[in-house]
């Protein structure tokens, strides 16, 4: 593995990255030098910050450890791995995105202090959302792609979100502000599920991903899909539905 990254060779050994470090600083081994990153990605609430700030929510985490900067990890399936590039190059990163053949997935992580902080500050593990992201409907679509799903049942369109209940519940009021109303929060095995089929779900699709400007290629393409129908069976009255 020479010239490896010690995030690749921990993925590969299935121990931490900082057990690889640890092994190499103990055997002399030189460590290359700091990579690249913008920690002030997330100061500023723009639409792709939100989008990037929803998706941590629901597909990431973040590790702390004394004596360390805190870690801020996201792992995804290997089909999804163009995503991960594309939140690598969002914050300015050249740290590696490992992949781990041993169950098809991939996984990225940085080391920041301010990164971490301001994702608690903004209610990463707190009950409590900032306005601003709860009232975004790019952080919501970013939740959706790292926790929900899009798609159809039973010939209607269907758009479920799953996650802690005080975060479905901010999702819950950010539907009804826009006129998707009488959902409900539901207990769902360890967590909480809310969710709708036929119109509702249009609505929350279109609300989420309609010119989104960046998105989960897989569940974008398939608003689309869905949306694209629904275009299709709708009267010719000169206006979108």
């Known amino acids: 593995m020479a010239g490896e ?9 299935k121990v931490s990255d900082m057990a690889i470090l640890g092994v190499l600083r103990g055997r002399g081994v030189a460590i290359r030098g700091k990579h690249s990153l913008r920690e002030g990605a997330f ?30 990890g996201v792992g995804l399936s290997k089909r999804d791995r163009e995503h991960l590039v594309r939140l690598r190059d969002f ?30 500050a903004l209610g990463r593990y707190n009950d409590s959302i900032d306005r601003g992201l709860a009232t975004s409907r790019h952080f919501w679509r970013g939740v959706m792609d790292g926790d929900g799903s899009v798609g159809e049942y039973g010939g209607k369109a269907q758009a479920r979100l799953f996650g802690k209940r005080q975060l479905l519940e901010a999702f819950n009021e950010f539907l009804a502000s826009h006129g998707v109303t009488g959902l409900s929060v539901r207990p769902h095995k360890s967590i909480h599920v809310i969710g709708t089929t036929g119109k509702p779900a249009m609505k929350i699709i279109h609300l989420l991903y309609n010119d989104a400007p960046t998105a989960l290629d897989r569940k974008a393409d398939r608003a689309r899909r869905i949306l694209a129908q629904e275009a299709s069976h709708a009267p010719d009255s000169g206006q979108a539905s």
Not at 5 to 13: E, K, L, Q, Y
Not at 47 to 71: C, V
């Open 5 to 13: 990254s010690s995030t690749r060779i921990a993925a590969a050994f």
């Open 91 to 120: 914050l300015g990163s050249t740290h590696a995105i490992s992949d781990i053949s041993s169950n098809q997935s991939c996984i990225f992580t940085v080391r920041s202090e301010r990164l971490a902080n301001r994702l608690l």
């Open 43 to 72: 100061d500023d609430l723009t639409a792709d910050a939100a989008y990037w700030i929803g998706f941590l929510f629901a597909d990431g985490t973040i590790h702390f450890r004394e004596g360390l900067k805190p870690q801020i």
